[in-house]
């Protein structure tokens, strides 16, 4: 059986509203003539966070496979997939904030992050475990979720500020 496994709803959300609070004002404070191009150039960008942030995991009987828009393949990041059974071992390092990444270690050594911000991360590890037998305990998400919800609730809020300052 195939899982799909989505990048997590709090990232996603909290990269989008800050776009769309960072952005939304530069059409309506545009001088008249940059107005259109403005807002043109506003929905791009929102149509590549949202194409980029929709990357998925999928695992089936055989193998994990990293799904990634054609968006995301033009700046760089690949599809890739592994074998349960080549995965050898789960590689641990720090990260500059503090936290850790993790990353599966095939038989000729080759290193896949393993991802760490997808929805049902849960099931992921205990299906990484259930396939390879290498022990899942200490990965963890890469940043607490609550860092994602109050970007998004900030955002929010600097929208709601937005809107408040044009129709007064």
Not at 91 to 97: D, E, G, N, V
Not at 110 to 117: D, I, S
């Amino acid at each position: 059986m195939t899982e799909k496994f989505k990048t997590l709803f709090p990232l996603k959300s909290s990269l989008i509203s800050l776009y769309i609070a960072l952005t939304v004002p530069i059409p309506f404070i545009s001088s008249e003539q940059l107005r259109i191009p403005s807002l043109i150039f506003f929905i791009l960008g929102l149509f590549l966070i949202v194409n980029i942030t929709s990357d998925y995991i999928e695992t089936c009987e055989k193998k994990i496979s990293y799904k990634t828009s054609f968006i995301s393949r033009t700046f760089g990041k690949k599809n890739w997939e592994i074998c349960w059974e080549e995965i050898k071992s789960i590689k641990s390092l720090p990260t500059s904030q503090g936290s850790r990444v993790f990353y599966f270690v095939d038989e000729e050594g080759k290193n896949l992050l393993v991802p760490q911000r997808i929805e049902k991360f849960d099931i992921f590890l205990d299906e990484i475990e259930g396939k390879t037998n290498i022990s899942t305990e200490g990965i963890s998400y890469i940043s607490p979720l609550w860092t994602y919800k109050l970007i998004t609730l900030l955002s929010v809020l600097m929208f709601i500020g937005e809107i408040s300052l044009f129709l007064v």
